[in-house]
């Protein structure tokens, strides 16, 4: 037993700094936090779906709002200054990223879904990495975007608000250097 518990001393301080690296990363602007939009229930949108009309879409929930507002509060946790926060422009990207009030967000139509055929998953992909393909960023920058974009440039299928730190410059697939369960 007391072997076990040494072992287990010796290995936890081996699997925390793997998250906290990701962390310094992400703030040194050396990495960016992607992430899936939090909590919408269902899936895709509706045949009358119009982008700038939230009421054709599928939109967050209570307990999509409450995990985008958590979220808002992880990441300050992690930094306290100005965070660049872009997003897909489908209203539970933007609503996720708004709620998390961490200051002005930027549609971006990179992000936006392709799902059921309603963009270009290669290209987008493509064009995302090369808009990331420097080493550094300014500031720590968070992409909120949906499941496939997300699994196309990682390869994770995640969970609503489920988020990674990936490292610059970006590449597909990116290089994952920690994985966010949703708070």
């Not at 967050?60 to 897909?88: M, P, T």
């Not at 500031?139 to 969970?159: D, E």
């Amino acid at each position: 037993m007391t072997r076990f518990i040494l072992s287990l001393c010796l290995l936890l301080p081996m699997m925390a700094p793997a998250d906290g690296l990701a962390w310094t990363a992400w703030r040194e602007g050396k990495a960016l936090l992607i992430m899936r939009h939090t909590l919408a229930p269902g899936t895709g949108d509706p045949a009358n779906f119009t982008l700038g009309d939230c009421s054709t879409q599928r939109n967050l929930n209570v307990i999509g709002q409450q995990q985008a507002k958590a979220w808002g509060e992880r990441l300050r946790q992690h930094y306290s200054d100005a965070i660049q926060v872009f997003s897909s422009q489908w209203c539970r990207c933007l609503d996720t990223a708004k709620l998390m009030a961490l200051g002005d967000v930027t549609p971006m139509p990179l992000l936006n879904s392709f799902f059921a055929g309603r963009g270009d998953g290669d290209k987008q992909t493509r064009a995302l990495v090369q808009q990331f393909a420097q080493s550094q960023l300014a500031k720590p920058t968070v992409l909120v975007t949906h499941q496939v974009n997300f699994t196309a440039l990682t390869g994770i299928f995640p969970q609503s608000g489920e988020a990674a730190i990936i490292a610059l410059p970006l590449s597909q697939p990116a290089t994952v250097l920690a994985r966010l369960d949703t708070p």
